[in-house]
């Protein structure tokens, strides 16, 4: 497990506390469509506020590339966070001078602040040890509980962590620690299940979860690609014929590595891809030429499902089918209602995130019923993949 200091090691109680969030949240028609980071970051402000810190809150909103973007302002935020704690929150025009500085004066013990979108400066994403410094002149200690953006090497990730003491908040513990145990120290057997469209934008992942987990299952349409590969004819299916190489050097390597590569051996095919056409199942070797594979059959379901029940622990990334048009979603449906059901009855750890598969938990109606589901994105995916996360390793860095 990654040494980092926590909450735990933290006395609050009169310490001007800097709290980098994640609070770039969905909106639509300037109303919030998704609560789930505001939600998830609560307890972390609760419980520095009770403790009687001064929070500062910091965080970036869309993408305004260092102008100050009045649609991008942080502001409407304040009233949510509110709600949300049923406390009050300030907000502060700007995140650093003489504005930050001033609303930071006012706070009393248990006050809290949100600045306005750090990215207004263009500092931010280029990690500008003179923003960094500004951040830090507001506060006495930093708390890092935006996992989501520890991907990023940014001013208010990375360079502030090492001008003050640095501690993980409530939500970057949670994910820190449930991504251990998918695949720092996990319990064996573990299975991966992958999904998505292409094999490229997965290389790595692939690459690295290939030499830790014991069982790696392929699906969505980057399972064609791994077909197409052995010389199964995929009809019209959607697939990367400039990966086929690739894709059987990914499954030699995972062989040599003593990891189980699961693919399918029946499809679910339509002549078009819409809303409940007319399908067929069919075996991998029988794919009509005018068809296209959407979705996994039965018998793979089944295939998945017995190494679940023999497996501890499960990482997953990815729908097995092109699960948001009906019928297409029936095999990730029946694979997440039997992970859930294995969590109950058999103890299965199960961690799941990236891209569209909080959407595909959701759909199935197991998102509460996962071990743990992870929001952040890019940064679960770049973990998975085995790389360094820059916003982690100035937390682990303040330890030594």
């Known amino acids: 497990m990654p040494a980092f200091r926590t909450l735990d090691d933290l006395d609050a109680q009169g310490q001007r506390v800097l ?82 500085e001033a609303a930071v004066a006012k706070l009393a013990d248990g006050d809290i602040l949100l600045l306005e979108n750090t990215r207004f400066h263009a500092g931010e994403e280029k990690n500008d040890p003179a923003l960094a410094q500004g951040l830090a002149k507001l506060a006495d200690v930093y708390v890092n509980d935006a996992f989501s953006a520890a991907h990023r090497a940014h001013a208010s990730t990375e360079g502030v962590a090492r001008l003050l003491p640095a501690y993980a908040g409530r939500l970057m513990q949670q994910e820190l620690e449930a991504l251990d145990a998918a695949l720092g120290t996990p319990s064996r057997p573990v ?111 089944e295939a998945i499902e017995a190494e679940l029940r023999k497996a501890s622990t499960l990482v997953w990334n990815g729908p097995l089918g092109a699960f948001e048009t009906p019928p297409f979603d029936t095999a990730t449906v029946a694979v997440a209602q039997t992970v859930a059901s294995l969590g109950t009855s058999a103890g299965l750890k199960s961690i799941g995130g990236g891209g569209d598969t909080v959407s595909a938990l959701r759909h199935a109606g197991v998102l509460d019923r996962m071990t743990y589901v992870s929001t952040a994105g890019g940064a679960f995916l770049e973990w998975l993949e085995g790389k360094t996360l820059p916003g982690v390793a100035a937390l682990e860095a303040a330890v030594g």
């Not at 910091?58 to 973007?69: A, L, N």
């Not at 094999?199 to 790696?216: A, F, P, Q």
């Open 19 to 100: 709290l980098r969030a994640d609070l770039n949240v969905p909106v639509r028609d300037g109303q919030i469509s998704d609560f789930t980071r505001i939600e998830r970051l609560c307890p972390t402000i609760k419980e520095l506020s009770d403790k009687g810190a001064k929070v500062i809150i910091c965080s970036h909103f869309d993408r305004p590339k260092g102008k100050v973007v009045p649609e991008m302002s942080l502001k409407p935020l304040a009233a949510a966070l509110e709600k949300a704690l049923n406390k009050p929150v300030a907000f502060a025009d700007d995140c650093v001078g003489p504005v930050a």
């Open 191 to 301: 299975v991966a299940i992958v999904g998505g469209a292409k094999v490229s934008t997965k290389l790595d992942l692939i690459g690295n979860l290939s030499r830790k987990v014991d069982v790696l299952v392929i699906g969505g349409a980057m399972a064609n690609t791994f077909l197409a590969a052995q010389g199964y004819s995929v009809g019209k299916s959607l697939q990367e014929a400039e990966m086929h190489e690739t894709a059987l050097r990914m499954l030699e390597e995972a062989k040599a590595a003593n990891c189980k590569v699961l693919l399918p051996v029946d499809l679910v095919v339509a002549s078009e891809f819409k809303p409940n056409p007319a399908t067929r199942t069919v075996a991998i070797d029988s794919v009509p030429a005018d068809m296209m594979a959407l979705d996994v059959g039965p018998e793979t379901v």
